[in-house]
Structure formats: C-alpha cells, structure tokens
C-alpha cells in the first residue's frame, strides 16, 4: 500500500539544523509532489511548501523562505526537508504527505501523510 | 495569502447528532477546499476533497459542499470514532496552500 515514513525524533538546540526524511513506498516516487506540514503543540496545521521528486523544483511558504531546503534522493524514493537556524517556535510535529490530483487535474489533495516527527527544540 | 475561517472552533455533540462544520475563504477559490480528520497523535487523513468529493474508504455519513468562498463539512450522524479536529485547506492558483484554524468534536 502507499505509504510515508518518516525519520525519528530528534532534539536540537536553538540555532542548529535539522533533517526530517520520508521513505516512500508503494507508488512510483516521482509522480507525486511531496508536501510538508508542520504543527506546533496543540496548534493547528502550517504548510511549508513542496518539491518535485521528478524535477527537484521547490515552492517555499514565504515564512520560511531562506531556512528551509527541501531536497530529494529518486534512487532510495526520500524526500528530505531541512530547517536551519532553529528557534524554540520551531518545535513541532513535522509531516510529509503526497499530492494527489484529481482526474481532470487542478484540484488536488493530500493523501497519505507520514506518521510525523517531533523536532524539539530546547536548550 | 488566502485566509480559511472555519466556525466553530469547538462544539460538543452527542452520538447520533447532525454536526455541521463551515469554512469561509477570504477569496474566491471556487471549488478548491478539502477537509481532513485529526485525531490525537496521528497525522491527519483527507475526508472530502475538491469540496464535494467523498474520498475512497470515508463512510457516507461525511459529506462536503459549497464553492467559492463558502463551504460546509457535515457528518449526518456522529458516531464514536468522529470525536477529533477537522480542518480545511484551500488548494487555489499559488502556494501558500493555508489550512483553516480547525474545529474540535467534542463528546457532550
């Protein structure tokens, strides 16, 4: 079945990095955009942006625009989302979901999602 | 950027009740909107896209309509398995593609 999996939880410190993976499985990876979707404790839902598996083209929110890189690795199906300069608001459950477009294409949804990753941010 | 206002923020709601959830955009996106189910520690599943469309596998009972600007999730009659936080997300023209605020079911 389609399936995202996502990379573990991880505690970084204010001002580092982080790199959240997401292993597709169970649909040709280049078809889709991958999308990634944040959401801070007891908060709702952020969209960050989203890459091309095909082109590596990327469409950033404009909030995050110069700290985020989303890349991808075709060869191991895995879209990458990195976030730089890390700030305690920054702490969130991040997730990736692939794009789905409709059959006369325009609309389109997102389905499935990965399970999520808590990045935490903390001194 | 386009704006989602859902209302309620919260409601609470016994098993078998009619529950309607709506959701204004701040501008015209005709019938670009779909609803998503989050229950607590999981990540969110799609109900309904393009506004009207039942996604494969939801149960009936869930149903979307409106276009434009305005829009409407129903759950015709609540069961147990309903109570979790639904949100709309608008996929118009260009990023960012927002999410509404989101409504938490609530057992009454």
């Known amino acids: 079945q389609v399936q995202l999996l996502q990379s573990g939880a991880e505690v970084k410190k204010p001002g580092a990095s982080v790199k959240v993976s997401c292993k597709a499985s169970?649909?040709?990876?280049?078809?889709?955009?991958i999308h990634w979707v944040r959401q801070a404790p007891g908060q709702g839902l952020e969209w960050m942006g989203w890459?091309?598996?095909?082109?590596?083209?990327?469409n950033y929110a404009q909030k995050f625009q110069g700290r985020v890189t989303m890349t991808r690795d075709a060869s191991v199906s895995t879209a990458y989302m990195e976030l730089s300069g890390l700030i305690s608001d920054d702490t969130a459950v991040y997730f990736c979901?692939?794009?789905?477009?409709?059959?006369?294409?325009?609309?389109?949804?997102?389905?499935?999602w990965g399970q999520g990753t808590l990045i935490t941010v903390s001194s | 950027d386009i704006q989602l206002t859902q209302s309620p923020s919260s409601l609470s709601a016994s098993v078998g009740d009619r529950v309607t959830i709506t959701c204004r955009a701040s501008?015209?996106?005709?019938?670009?909107l779909n609803w998503y189910q989050q229950k607590p520690g999981k990540a969110p599943k799609v109900l309904i896209y393009?506004?009207?469309s039942l996604q494969s596998g939801v149960p009936s009972r869930f149903s979307g309509s409106g276009s434009g600007t305005d829009f409407t999730l129903t759950i015709s009659s609540l069961q147990p398995e309903d109570f979790a936080t639904y949100y709309c997300q608008q996929s118009y023209s260009t990023p960012p593609y927002t999410f509404g605020r989101g409504t938490k079911v609530e057992i009454k």
């Open positions: 979901a692939r794009r789905t477009v409709g059959p006369a294409g325009g609309v389109f949804w997102l389905d499935p």
């Open positions: 393009a506004a009207s």
């Open positions: 501008q015209f996106i005709s019938i670009y």
């Open positions: 169970g649909y040709t990876f280049t078809a889709h955009y």
């Open positions: 890459i091309s598996p095909n082109s590596g083209g990327t």
